[in-house]
């Protein structure tokens, strides 16, 4: 076997290794998909959308879902825009102000590593700062909690996001004498479909974590009330309906499931469209 067919049946092996791993995501997604909308579609009706538990409700009596999924959205808000207040900053200081040195490396591989840490220990940490400072279970407990979640996410996406800026558009702007500071917004003009994904990616995130906020967020059947009040999440949901030993609100868990996959995927969605929308004005 000469050098150009040892070439050829590699090119042949890692096609088919590539098409496989496709085919079996593809065939895993189809799976959960099926199955969530198979169990849970007969329990779905306008009465969960619309009302909030009521009395009896995990014994299968009337109400519905609408404080879990105002709770969820209200979390992943309040988080999603915390960590982009923190983490814009961060990434354009890296970026036009600190250069390349051994700090950069340092900063990434932190965010590397944040971004590896289960969600639960956030979860765990965030519990330990409010019984520090005297703070109980709530919303904003719920939504610090989910903004050390997402931070990490959001601002390594970022970061990759301005490094695919073309370095000929960096050296140019750098040559017709602009500031740092004007550098800052030509690579946020730049780079908005790419922040705008990331922001969007770090929101799906949020919105279907349970683990950070089963300490801190609390849980509750009533519709969001405050700061300081405990709040329900999609997530969490699930989990306590598919506790109960009842089949009807067994379904109802699916049923529940199946709103939140659908937020994340309508929002998955939405960054691919804004990707594709915003790109044009991108200079490549």
């Known amino acids: 076997m000469n050098r150009r067919q040892k070439r050829r049946w590699e090119e042949i092996f890692f096609k088919t290794v ?16 099926v199955s969530i909308t198979w169990k849970g579609i007969g329990a779905l009706n306008w009465q969960m959308l619309t ?3 009521q ?22 808000v309040g988080a999603t825009a915390l960590a982009l207040v923190s983490a814009l900053p961060v990434v354009f200081y890296l970026h036009a102000y600190a250069g ?17 840490i289960p969600s639960i220990v956030y979860g765990a940490f965030g519990f330990t700062l409010m019984l520090l400072v005297g703070l109980r279970a709530s919303l904003l407990g ?40 004007e550098l800052t917004g030509i690579l946020l003009r730049q780079t908005i479909p790419g922040l705008v994904t990331a922001v969007l990616l770090a929101f799906g995130r949020g919105i279907g974590d349970a683990a950070s906020v ?7 059947d009533n519709m969001p009330q405050s700061l300081l009040r405990p709040v329900a999440s999609l997530p969490l949901a699930v ?23 659908m937020l994340v995927l309508v929002i998955s969605l939405l960054s691919r469209l804004s990707l594709k929308l915003l790109g044009k004005y991108v200079v490549r």
């Open 142 to 181: 719920g939504i610090i909690a989910l903004t050390l979640v997402e931070l990490p996410i959001l601002a390594r996406t970022m970061d990759e996001v301005l490094r695919m800026v073309p370095s000929d558009l960096k050296e140019a702007t750098r040559a017709l004498g602009t500031t740092r500071l």
């Open 18 to 33: 590539m098409r496989g791993s496709l085919l079996l995501i593809a065939v895993v997604l189809g799976l959960i998909v």
């Open 55 to 76: 009395g009896g409700f995990y014994m299968g009596k009337e109400g519905g879902i609408l404080n879990a999924i105002t709770g969820s959205l209200l979390l992943a």
């Open 239 to 261: 989990f306590f309906q598919l506790n109960t030993p009842f089949p009807e609100v067994q379904e109802r868990a699916y049923a529940s499931a199946l709103v939140l996959m």
């Open 100 to 116: 390349r040195s051994r700090w950069v490396s340092g900063v990434r591989l932190a965010l590397d590593v944040l971004w590896g």
């Open 51 to 53: 009302q909030a538990p």
């Open 214 to 220: 089963l300490f801190t967020a609390g849980y509750t």
